[in-house]
Each structure stands twice: as C-alpha cells, then as structure tokens.
C-alpha cells in the first residue's frame, strides 16, 4: 500500500470535535469550544507531551479567525522572521490584525519572547504558541502573564483507539479497491506502546500497512508481530533536562516516602528505561537522609554501597543494586527529622539576627586567645558521668531554641529516652 502523503496529516482534524482526548478543555461547554465559539481569541500557551494535539487545536482555532495566518517553529525561527510579521501589521494584507502560532516557544530565548509583548498587548498580534515543556520555567514571564495557559494531557489508550480506528476509515475510503482488516486487540497493543502519542500510533500504523503483504484473498491484514517489528522499542516520554524529567523523580521519591515498594521499583524503571543513571543514584542517596533519615541511619551507608555497584556496572546489570535501594527504602522506618531541623536552622540564619557565638566556645588554640577571653569558662564534657556536662551552645538570642525533634519511630525514641534520663539526673 502506497501513501502519498504522511497519515497523521491525512487524517488532522478539522473541528474540535474530530480531535482526540483532551475532554477537561475540549468537548460541548468547555472552555476551548467556548473560546472558538465567541471567535474573541486572547493569547494562548499550550503544553504537554508531544503527539496530543496542540498543533492541531492551535490550527483549527486560527483557521476559525479573520486575522492573517502565520505559522513560526522557534527551533529555526528568528527576531527577523517576527520583525517581518510585525512589518505587515497595519497594512491591506492584515487588516484584522495578526495570529501568530509558534511551535516550540522554549527554543527561543529572552529576547525573541520580548519582541512579541508590545504587539500581543496591543492585540495586533493574537499569540498561540505551544510547548513540550512547562511554560512557567521555559516563556518569559511578562508574555506568560499575558496569556492563557492551557495543559493538554498525555492521551488514555482509548483516545488513541479512537484515533486510530478514524484512521482506518480514511485509509479505506482512500484504498476503496483494498481490504484492510486490524482487530481490536492490534490497536490496543499499539496504543499501549504509543505511550500517549497520537502522531507515533498512526506513523506505526502507516508502517505496518507498508510492510504488510496481501493474503492469498487480496487482503491487508495487520497482525500484532508487524506491529512489534515497526515498533522495535515501546516509547518513552522522558527528556533529561526537561519537565518531564523531574515529573518522574518526584514521583519516584514520594512513592519510596509513602513506603510503597511497587510504584518506587515502577518509577524506577521509567529512569531505567530512559538510562538515567546519575539522576537516579543521585536521588536514591538524599531519599536515605531527606526522608529515612535518623530512623535508621544506616541505609545511608547501605544505599550507598548499592549506588556505588551500580555505578561500577552500569546498565543493564545496575538495575539489580538500584532496586534492592529502592525497596529497602520503600520498607523502611521514615523520619524527616534531619531536614527539618537544619531547613529550620536555615530558616533562622536567614531571617534574623542569631547573635554571636558564646566566648567560651570560640576557638582558644592560639597565642593571646586567653586575653581575649575566647575558650575561658568551657566545661569539658569528658571529665564528667555519662560523658555528659549542662552547657549553653547556643548563641544567647537562640539559647531555649530547639531545632531537632525527634521522630516517633524505635530508634530516635530509644536516644531521646537515653538523652531524657541522664538530663533529668543533672
């Protein structure tokens, strides 16, 4: 089966009612329907993973106005390409005014934005521009203020079903003289694999009616070993430096936190998928101290060792000390009684005046650090029972400050009932 033109394009919705998924901001009385309805178009920011939609709603909502189209990727587009959409403005090619749509908006930097703000508060020029990355860390803030920002979602299997069956339809209206034939289960397995992409289900569609030979009755029938053959390796939404990126480490670390086992060693092996190596030893090492903390100390020195081996293999074999990690961190008692006491520290040191440290506690190792009263007064803790002596550390302004609190689990139990008894006999 020949095609002349790629099928994701063939088959571009039209209206907003062909586009799949995206039922919080699409569908009867949402608000993108609502917006395209009054034809008042504000500025808009559209984000979320690639294949789900943005470019599309971004043309059919232009093609619905009678401004002037232009259409800029800002991965190779530059302050001249905007200077030549602002010197057509308010002339007879634009008498409506202007609407710009821009791919990838991330690409360009400061400047570019800016060149844009005095024209789309204006309203000659109507901005819709769409992302992979969130816009509140990558669009300028003063463009970001003027706009509306709308999140689109990773598509649900059933979106992509949806997309794909349409496909098919067209493909036969298209191939009338051909049989096609894909089950159900097929376009499952290829949703499943698309991983919320659209545009690479119907490209793996399109790959296997190319590769597919007739039957003996002059059928094109997919089956679900061509579809793994085009396929090669399931998708994966990650970008090491992007948003989606540390979508999953937060996961990953909130998982292990909340002592579930099973999502940890999930999130896991999304990094591990995504070769993610440093992000995820670098990760596992402050969830030791950050959240299992003073409960049990020692699974900073075990997670290290674990972090260690993996880095000495490397994948695959690393996954093996990454998981075991993973689940004795999952397992473990929890306490965040460590960064709580020194975030709280932090907090003090950068709020207010502490005060000087104490005299006695300075340092006295020195020629004239005796005239100078430094060290003069200082109990030795040592020379007294249980090694333990009542002193003020503290500078004076913090002095009944007290920045640790210990976690109700066994073992800072254990020390604070240690603690408690040799105080109280002071």
């Not at 970001?144 to 949806?162: G, N, P, T, Y």
């Not at 119907?202 to 029938?221: C, K, W, Y």
């Not at 979508?247 to 999304?270: E, T």
Request: charged share 25%; hydrophobic share 40%.
């Amino acid at each position: 089966m020949r095609f002349d033109k790629p099928l994701a394009d063939r088959i571009r919705p039209v209206s907003l009612d062909e586009v799949a998924g995206q039922g919080h901001i699409i569908g009867k009385n949402k608000i993108l329907n609502k917006i395209l309805e009054s034809k008042d178009i504000p500025n808009m920011i559209f984000f979320g993973p690639p294949g789900v939609g943005k470019t599309t709603v971004a043309n059919i909502i232009a093609k619905a106005t009678d401004k002037k189209f232009y259409k800029l990727n800002a991965t190779n587009a530059s302050v001249s390409d905007i200077k030549n959409i602002i010197g057509n403005l308010d002339t007879l090619l634009t008498p409506n005014g202007v609407l710009l749509y821009l791919d990838e908006i991330q690409n360009f930097n400061k400047k570019q934005q800016q060149s844009l703000l005095e024209y789309t508060e204006n309203g000659k020029i109507t901005l819709i521009a769409s992302t992979t990355e969130n816009p509140y860390f990558y669009v300028y803030n003063a463009l970001l203020s003027r706009s509306a920002v709308f999140e689109f979602k990773m598509l649900e299997v059933a979106d992509i079903v949806k997309g794909l069956v349409r496909a098919l339809e067209i493909i036969r209206k298209d191939h009338s003289g051909t049989e096609v034939l894909c089950e159900k289960d097929v376009l499952e397995y290829i949703a499943e694999c698309s991983t919320g992409d659209l545009r690479r289900a119907i490209n793996v569609l399109q790959l296997s009616l190319v590769t597919t030979n007739m039957d003996s009755q002059g059928r094109l029938a997919i089956t679900i070993d061509t579809v793994k053959e085009c396929f090669q390796n399931k998708a994966l939404n990650y970008d090491k430096m992007g948003d989606n990126h540390y979508d999953i480490l937060s996961a990953f670390q909130k998982s292990i936190r909340g002592s579930d086992a099973d999502a940890g060693v999930h999130y896991l092996a999304r990094l591990v998928k995504a070769g993610d190596l440093i992000s995820i030893c670098r990760r596992l090492m402050v969830i030791a101290a950050e959240d299992i903390g003073l409960a049990y100390p020692q699974a900073v020195s075990i997670v290290k060792s674990c972090v260690d081996c993996a880095l000495q293999l490397g994948f695959p074999e690393a996954r093996i000390p990454l998981a075991e990690a993973v689940i004795l961190l999952a397992n473990s008692p929890k306490s965040n009684s460590a960064i709580t006491a020194i975030d709280s520290a932090l907090n003090d040191i950068e709020s207010m005046d502490t005060g000087d440290i104490p005299l006695y506690l300075k340092d006295g190792h020195y020629a004239g650090a005796e005239k100078l009263g430094r060290m003069q007064g200082y109990i030795y803790p040592h020379s007294f029972e249980n090694h333990y002596v009542e002193q003020q550390y503290l500078p004076d302004k913090l002095k009944n400050k007290k920045y640790y609190v210990p976690g109700k689990n066994k073992n800072e139990q254990i020390s604070k009932q240690y603690w408690g008894k040799i105080k109280s006999n002071i």
